[in-house]
Nanobody, 124 residues
Framework: QVQLVESGGGLVQAGGSLRLSCAAS????????MGWFRQAPGKEREFVATINWSGSNTNYADSVKGRFTIYRDNAKNTMYLQMNSLKPEDTADYYCAARSRVWGATNPRDYDSWGQGTQVTVSS
């Protein structure tokens, strides 16, 4: 399986931006569909965005559409999540995930590999 490590989280004011990175090792991510999920305290892990192996197809949760952008650089074995216009309700631990099958899955149980998460806190 591929190993994933997230970075880039932190504390930001509402309206600000952050870019999360997901660095992969062990295997090339070019054969994987990838996704971002988040989990707020006391809540279930929820889908944020997903991207196909080449980056030509993406899908977003309605709550982040127009504000977040998922993209990948297979040459660097890294995936990213650019988050703009952040809101306090975006506060959560953010996780990247990989899936060795067709892209588009929004259920966390459909992903095979996970990172350890990076914390994002948006202050009002």
């Amino acid at each position: 399986q591929v190993q994933l490590v997230e970075s880039g989280g932190g504390l930001v004011q509402a309206g600000g931006s952050l870019r999360l990175s997901c660095a992969a090792s062990g295997r090339t991510i070019s054969s994987y569909a990838m996704g971002w999920f988040r989990q707020a305290p006391g809540k279930e892990r929820e889908f944020v965005a997903t991207i196909n192996w080449s980056g030509s197809n993406t899908n977003y949760a309605d709550s982040v559409k127009g504000r977040f952008t998922i993209y990948r650089d297979n040459a660097k074995n890294t995936m990213y999540l650019q988050m703009n216009s952040l809101k306090p309700e975006d506060t959560a631990d953010y996780y990247c995930a990989a899936r060795s099958r067709v892209w588009g899955a929004t259920n966390p149980r459909d992903y095979d590999s996970w990172g350890q998460g990076t914390q994002v806190t948006v202050s009002s």
